[in-house]
């Protein structure tokens, strides 16, 4: 067994572990399903509804995706500008960390006046709560680059535009990489928390519908299944960093 299947194996046992105590701790003492399903009650409480399950995972899926995927490309955008210009950097930082620093479930209500119940506020809520980790780790990947490379090309004769893209942007990668794996988690939170204000499809409307109803398993159930996919999405991403920038981390591994 490879280093890779073992932390795989440490990986799972320990999730498997997580659910056992859960488990033993709600039957142990006793616990109504009503305060805390255990993980089987949550589970069987999927199965009758299995398939309205998947659409409203679907809905929170692309949802999620597609905030993703604007603020990939406005995070880069932005961090680039942020990283390679003093004054933007002096302009836009402020701004973007005063932004940021607003509750992202308070513009939801914003969101429904100007767009109306459904998708794209999701959307929008997604793409809200996941730009910022990009332009901040993008920027700092650019800014981070050492100086006497920057001289080294341009005693050489390279353009600013050849060491932009020979040297900052692989150096920059790796931050990159590890800012996705932060925001497609974000952008999960963001989505769900639209689905739960104001939706008619989606996990998060799918959990408000079944606590309404008093069924807290099948809520621990859509919890499970966010959960789910928010792990899968964030190893497609580590999965793509140690493909494309493993180099940046042989020396850890070694």
């Known amino acids: 067994m490879n280093p890779r299947q073992k932390d795989v194996l440490v990986a799972a046992l320990a999730a498997v572990g997580l659910f056992v105590l859960w488990e033993i701790a709600v039957r142990l003492f006793k616990i109504p399903p009503f305060v805390l399903p255990s993980p089987s009650q949550a589970i069987q409480s999927l199965l009758p509804v299995w398939g ?123 931050y990159f990489f590890a800012s996705l794996k932060v925001a497609i988690t974000l952008a999960f939170v963001g989505a769900v928390i639209s689905e739960i204000a104001a939706s008619q499809k989606g996990i998060g409307y799918m959990m408000t519908s079944a606590s309404s109803q008093f069924n807290v398993p099948l809520v621990f159930g859509g919890l499970l299944v966010i959960a789910v996919m928010g792990i899968l999405l964030y190893a497609v991403f580590a999965l793509l960093e ?3 920038v493993g180099w940046a981390y042989r020396s850890q591994n070694a």
Do not use: C, D
């Open 52 to 174: 309205v399950v998947m659409g409203h995972a679907w809905q929170t899926l692309w949802t999620t995706l597609a905030g993703f995927g604007l603020a990939v490309v406005t995070g880069v955008l932005l961090g680039a500008a942020v990283g390679t210009s003093r004054p933007l950097n002096l302009a836009l930082y402020p701004i973007l960390v005063g932004f940021n620093s607003v509750p992202k479930a308070a513009l939801v209500p914003v969101l429904v006046i100007w767009f109306g119940i459904g998708t794209i506020p999701a959307i929008l809520t997604a793409f809200l709560i996941s730009f910022f980790p990009i332009v901040v780790n993008v920027a700092t990947g650019l800014a981070a680059v050492p100086p006497e490379l920057r001289e080294v090309l341009k005693v050489l004769g390279s353009s600013r535009l050849e060491a932009f893209t020979r040297v900052s942007i692989p150096f920059s990668m790796p």
């Open 242 to 244: 140690r493909r494309l």
